[in-house]
Nanobody, 125 residues
Framework: QVQLVESGGGLVQAGGSLRLSCAAS????????VGWFRQPPGKEREFVTAINYYDGNTYYADSVKGRFIISRDNAKNTVYLQMNSLKPEDTAVYSCAASVQYYTGSRSQTAFGSWGQGTQVTVSS
């Protein structure tokens, strides 16, 4: 079982930036991909972005493409989500998740079996 811990959330003004971190406790050889999802207030959780550990491919939701960047630090077993040009509609609880099976870019939550506890991001207007 992969354990994930997110950090870096907080309050930021519109147009600002935040960087979220997702630290994995398990050996990275057991992880095929890590994704970020978010759940805005009163809405369902939605896909934000993901990175494939084996080929480095990245995937983004249209709503964040060009503003958010996902990256990975192998030495630290950590995946980062750099969020730029933040908008009030980006306000949500952000969670990272790991896939321990072959990953081909699925945006479904069911492709990811291990989840972090989530971190709150609030963007004020």
């Amino acid at each position: 079982q992969v354990q994930l811990v997110e950090s870096g959330g907080g309050l930021v003004q519109a147009g600002g930036s935040l960087r979220l971190s997702c630290a994995a406790s398990a050996r990275t050889s057991s992880i095929y991909a890590v994704g970020w999802f978010r759940q805005p207030p009163g809405k369902e959780r939605e896909f934000v972005t993901a990175i494939n550990y084996y080929d480095g491919n990245t995937y983004y939701a249209d709503s964040v493409k060009g503003r958010f960047i996902i990256s990975r630090d192998n030495a630290k077993n950590t995946v980062y989500l750099q969020m730029n040009s933040l908008k009030p509609e980006d306000t949500a609880v952000y969670s990272c998740a790991a896939s321990v099976q072959y990953y081909t870019g699925s945006r479904s939550q069911t492709a990811f079996g291990s989840w972090g506890q989530g971190t709150q991001v609030t963007v004020s207007s």
